[in-house]
């Protein structure tokens, strides 16, 4: 005679064999990150009066600004830096008060345009001079989640 139990615990030995064939075998969680910026950095110097013509990404719209003013194209504010091996890169301000995902939504929107190379801007008082360290950007995820390898434009 069977014990009215028997059917609930052969259930039971299903639903952990079914769990821990899908614990095992599952597929690992993705972590990759939001961006990914190269190891190689290089030290520039840009002449104190230049920080006025420094293009800010405005997070709000999503766009750049020069001078309060909407800039369509960042190509005219590439700099190259004739004694050194440096690819062209664009100097960039960012809100201090920005976070990490307005960070990330800088570098898409310079990857979009074919920038991989960017310094990050932080004017500070009156000074002759602003250090700075230019990035190469590897990728970034874009709003979708979709992740974007940076590839330099023909035009920057």
Same mark, same amino acid.
């Given at each position: ?8 615990? %052969? ?16 597929? @690992? ?60 890169? %664009?100097?960039?301000? %960012?809100? @201090? ?12 929107? %310079? ?46």
């Amino acid at each position: 005679m069977r014990s009215k139990r028997t059917p609930l615990l %052969l259930a039971a030995v299903a639903v952990l064999l079914a769990a821990n064939i899908w614990w095992f075998t599952r597929a @690992p969680a993705e972590h990759e990150p939001d961006f990914v910026l190269a190891a190689r950095t290089e030290g520039v110097r840009l002449p104190g009066a230049a920080i006025a013509q420094v293009p800010a990404y405005d997070t709000r719209n999503d766009g750049w600004t020069v001078q309060g003013k909407t800039a369509a194209s960042l190509n005219g504010y590439l700099r190259r830096d004739n004694d050194r091996a440096l690819e062209p890169y %664009l100097p960039v301000a %960012l809100s @201090p008060h920005a976070s990490t995902q307005d960070f990330r939504a800088m570098l898409a929107s %310079l990857v979009d345009r074919g920038i991989c190379s960017f310094a990050l801007v932080q004017a500070t008082g009156d000074r002759q001079e602003i250090a700075a360290t230019v990035q190469h950007i590897v990728s970034v995820r874009d709003a979708r989640g979709a992740n974007k390898s940076c590839k330099v434009s023909d035009a920057s």
